[in-house]
């Protein structure tokens, strides 16, 4: 049974940082890709990073909103995907999902992954 396990969420003011983790168990994650989601309240579910590592590359996609700002990484051996989060901003106050098991190789919607976290809150202040 595959599980993903978000950590991390919180309430951190303008300009912050946050990291959060997804501890994937179940199944080996190190050679699929891996996501981040986040939906704000009356919104849909939106796209924000997405790793996936393949013959010794590294593929990353990052969401515009977050380019510059957001940084996705992974650690194989602990079957564990991060998103550090620098210079937050109110407008990425969501509930943040971690994703896997993507169904194309570069996946950036989210009917596109098979297995999901159950969230984690990131509350930014102004």
């Known amino acids: 049974q595959v599980q993903l396990v978000e950590s991390g969420g919180g309430l951190v003011q303008t300009g912050g940082s946050l990291r959060l983790s997804c501890a994937a168990s179940g199944r080996t994650f190190s050679s699929d890709g891996m996501g981040w989601f986040r939906q704000a309240p009356g919104k849909e579910r939106e796209f924000v990073a997405t790793?996936?590592?393949?013959?010794?590359?590294?593929?990353?996609n990052y969401a515009d909103s977050v380019k510059g700002r957001f940084t996705i990484s992974r650690d194989n051996a602990k079957n564990t995907v991060y998103l550090q989060m620098n210079s937050l901003k109110p407008e990425d106050t969501a509930v943040y999902y971690c994703?896997?098991?993507?169904?194309?190789?570069?996946?950036?919607?989210?009917?596109?992954?098979?297995?999901w976290g159950q969230g984690t809150q990131v509350t930014v202040s102004s």
């Open positions: 790793i996936r590592w393949s013959v010794g590359r590294i593929n990353i």
């Open positions: 994703a896997a098991g993507p169904t194309v190789y570069t996946a950036t919607y989210a009917s596109q992954y098979t297995y």
